[in-house]
Structures are given as C-alpha cells and as structure tokens.
C-alpha cells in the first residue's frame, strides 16, 4: 500500500506505481526506468505534486516558460501530456493522467480498496 500513497521530499515524489526524481530527472513506473525530457519531467512533478486536481494548462505554460521570454502555443502542453501518458503506461496511457475537458489534466489520485 505505501507505494499508492503520495510520498514526496523535496527531490522526489512517489504515486500510485511512479516515482520521479527531480534532482537526478529519473522516472520510474513500476519499479522500470523510463526516460523524459526536462519539460515532461517539469510537468510530471507539477501534476504529482497536485495529484487529484486540476492542473490549467495556464499553470503547465507558467511552469514552463516562467524563466524565458519564449511563449509557445499551449498546444506544446498536449504534446508533452501525450508523451509522457506513452511513457508512463503504453498499455493505458489514461492510468496516470487525466484529461479533465477543456480546462486542463490532473495525475489521477489511487484509491486504495480493499480486495
């Protein structure tokens, strides 16, 4: 069960099955080492980190472009949810990150049942 609680330190966050080092940018799902850019792993640590709710695609574009003069569309947010989605679980890319319509997505929160 502790693995399906939201464990977090300033350097790592650890939910439902994903475990993200910020400070080393290592991911793993399940115990397997995946690999993601600086922005998917920027993304991936705002979604966890408010695990169970929304995250504004404002809040994705701030996060980040807050320390650049670029903008990009916000479209590039779809991009990097989609291939982080891919990464996390090809199998069910909807496991781990939720799209809540037309508003933004949010890293979904594990219930813990009992069997």
């Known amino acids: 069960m502790?693995?399906?609680?939201?464990q977090e330190t300033p350097e790592s966050f650890l939910l439902g099955g994903v475990m993200l080092h910020t400070k080393s940018g290592k991911v793993f799902v399940d115990g397997r080492q995946e690999h993601v850019s600086k922005s998917e792993?920027?993304?991936?640590?705002?979604l966890m980190r408010n695990a169970g709710t929304l995250v504004s695609r404002d809040m994705f574009?701030?996060?980040?472009?807050?320390?650049?003069?670029?903008?990009?569309?916000?479209?590039?947010?779809?991009?990097?949810?989609?291939?982080?989605?891919?990464?996390?679980d090809p199998n069910d890319p909807y496991r781990f990150i939720q799209t809540v319509w037309k508003r933004g997505y949010q890293f979904a929160k594990p219930s813990i049942g009992i069997p």
């Not at 502790?2 to 939201?6: A, D, F, R, T, V």
């Not at 792993?41 to 705002?46: E, G, K, N, S």
């Not at 003069?69 to 996390?88: G, H, T, W, Y």
């Open 41 to 46: 792993m920027r993304l991936l640590a705002l």
């Open 61 to 88: 574009m701030e996060e980040l472009y807050s320390d650049s003069e670029d903008c990009a569309e916000d479209k590039i947010v779809d991009v990097f949810i989609c291939r982080l989605r891919k990464k996390l």
């Open 2 to 6: 502790e693995g399906h609680m939201l």
